[in-house]
């Protein structure tokens, strides 16, 4: 099983809004997925439990306990890990060590650049991400790509040693989907669409990768 986690030790970045469209992504393209829910504030198992009760469940499994990596599905598929906002390397050490790739999301504003910079000089510290055998990729989130702001922003951190994989715009459809157990994967609309695309360079680096 390829097991993608989500981290960063800046919160209100848009990690479990990540996470949960990255595992609804990968159920609408009829891969077998598994989003764990590491963050003792529970928000992607309430957005399961909210997508179940509208008849699309995805197996939700608690993974607050560093016993409960063990029990992740053997075989094929994809296991979407969402872990605590403000986690260190020493917190996300079990999931470190067995993750097929890590996806750090960043807002294009200074306080949040510099919070992800100490954050990725410590993960760069692990030895599977010296050894270069865990990739770690850049989801900048929330962003408004005209503004000169955010160009100076991406300018900034394609300057890191790790990659820029996405842009995604700053749209409230995130936050009402979200808010409804769905993600942008489960419609159609020529709207929704554009959204998709701001993932399209996301999903083919993990397709490298793997």
Same mark, same amino acid.
């Given at each position: 099983m390829k097991i993608?986690?989500? @981290?960063? @030790?800046k919160g209100g970045v848009g990690k479990t809004t990540l996470a949960v469209n990255l595992a609804a992504a990968e159920a609408a393209a009829g891969h077998a997925v598994t989003l764990v829910d590491a963050d003792p504030q529970?928000?992607? +198992?309430?957005? %399961? #439990?909210?997508? @179940?009760? &509208?008849?699309?469940?995805?197996? +939700? &499994?608690?993974?607050?306990?560093?016993?409960? /990596?063990?029990?992740?599905?053997?075989?094929?598929?994809?296991?979407? !890990?969402?872990?605590?906002?403000?986690?260190?390397?020493?917190?996300?050490?079990?999931? *470190?060590?067995?993750?097929? @790739? !890590? *996806? /750090?999301? !960043?807002?294009?504003? #200074?306080?949040?650049?510099?919070? %992800?910079?100490?954050?990725?000089?410590? *993960?760069? +510290?692990?030895?599977?991400?010296?050894?270069?055998?865990?990739?770690?990729? &850049? /989801?900048?989130?929330?962003?408004?790509?005209? +503004?000169?702001?955010?160009?100076?922003?991406?300018?900034?951190l394609r300057g890191w040693n790790f990659p820029v994989v996405a842009q995604l715009r700053d749209s409230q459809a995130y936050t009402v989907l979200t808010g409804l157990g769905r993600s942008l994967f489960d419609y159609h609309s020529a709207q929704v669409r554009a959204h998709q695309d701001d993932w399209k360079p996301l999903f083919h680096w993990l397709q490298q990768v793997d």
């Open positions: 993608w986690l989500v @981290a960063c @030790a529970g928000s992607a +198992t309430r957005w %399961s #439990a909210r997508r @179940a009760e &509208l008849g699309s469940p995805l197996p +939700t &499994l608690d993974g607050r306990s560093r016993s409960e /990596v063990r029990r992740l599905p053997a075989g094929a598929g994809v296991a979407v !890990v969402d872990t605590p906002a403000g986690a260190g390397e020493r917190e996300l050490e079990p999931f *470190l060590d067995v993750a097929s @790739a !890590v *996806l /750090v999301p !960043v807002q294009p504003s #200074a306080f949040d650049i510099e919070a %992800s910079a100490r954050f990725l000089e410590t *993960l760069a +510290t692990h030895p599977r991400v010296r050894r270069g055998t865990l990739p770690v990729a &850049l /989801v900048v989130n929330r962003i408004k790509p005209q +503004t000169n702001a955010a160009q100076q922003a991406l300018e900034l």
